[in-house]
Nanobody, 125 residues
Framework: QVQLTESGGGSVQAGGSLRLSCAAS????????MGWFRQAPGKEREFVAT????????LYPDSVKGRFTISRDNAKNTVQLQMSSLKPEDSAVYYC??????????????????WGQGTQVTVSS
């Protein structure tokens, strides 16, 4: 079965950095676009970043653009999210997700086929 397993979450002070990683198994990784979403308590799940199958195209919302970087390693079936200049409002559970080849970069969360269990990121002021 498909498994997406996130790691790298934790607590950090504002202005700090964290690197999240997601390991995928049970799917042909290179045929999936990958994304990161986050959800804070009482809020809707929010798109954070996505990368296409090859790693050559990425997309971010304005809230994280210039601070977050998504990348992937198709040889290792992993996707990373490098987060810097973190703010308290970045605190949330971060989820890794996979969308099938051909779904648009601006896909909605419902277009993603597989999800990880999430990893907590807490940024203190």
């Amino acid at each position: 079965q498909v498994q997406l397993t996130e790691s790298g979450g934790g607590s950090v002070q504002a202005g700090g950095s964290l690197r999240l990683s997601c390991a995928a198994s049970g799917l042909t990784f290179r045929t999936y676009g990958m994304g990161w979403f986050r959800q804070a308590p009482g809020k809707e799940r929010e798109f954070v970043a996505t990368v296409n199958w090859s790693g050559g195209s990425t997309l971010y919302p304005d809230s994280v653009k210039g601070r977050f970087t998504i990348s992937r390693d198709n040889a290792k079936n992993t996707v990373q999210l490098q987060m810097s200049s973190l703010k308290p409002e970045d605190s949330a559970v971060y989820y890794c997700a996979a969308r099938p080849y051909g779904t648009p970069m601006r896909a909605r969360a419902t277009d993603y086929a597989y999800w990880g269990q999430g990893t907590q990121v807490t940024v203190s002021s």
